[in-house]
Nanobody, 122 residues
Framework: QVQLVESGGGLVQPGGSLRLSCVVS????????MGWYRQAPGKQRELVAT???????NYADSVEGRFTIARDTAKNTLYLQMNSLKPEDTAVYYC????????????????WGQGTQVTVSS
């Protein structure tokens, strides 16, 4: 019942920047981890970055130092700031949220957005 809507993708030249947004809505008790994944044509989906409820971050080696994951709890929005973009970053980027709907141990959930296209090309 948790819905995610991504935006901010587009066409950018190598070395450029983009900021992706993921608006979270719906009913939930808590969010344990939020993250960004991406999938390029012909490749499997891969983890880009994660952010826990405690504020800990984790990045894929391929984006470390270039991408930054952050959240704005007041706006229920997750962000991915992407700098120094490379053609290899071209993919559909997906937002993911994992959490609980209640204290019950069976209330865990995971939701995905529809994705936003990022194309890095000269």
């Amino acid at each position: 019942q948790v819905q995610l809507v991504e935006s901010g993708g587009g066409l950018v030249q190598p070395g450029g920047s983009l900021r992706l947004s993921c608006v979270v809505s719906g009913s939930f008790f808590s969010i344990n981890v939020m993250g960004w994944y991406r999938q390029a044509p012909g490749k499997q989906r891969e983890l880009v970055a994660t952010l826990t409820g405690g504020g800990s971050t984790n990045y894929a080696d391929s984006v470390e130092g270039r991408f930054t994951i952050a959240r704005d709890t007041a706006k229920n929005t997750l962000y991915l700031q992407m700098n120094s973009l490379k053609p290899e970053d071209t993919a559909v980027y997906y937002c993911n949220v994992q959490g609980r709907r209640g204290w019950n141990s069976r209330s865990e959930f995971a939701s995905w957005g529809q994705g936003t296209q990022v194309t890095v090309s000269s």
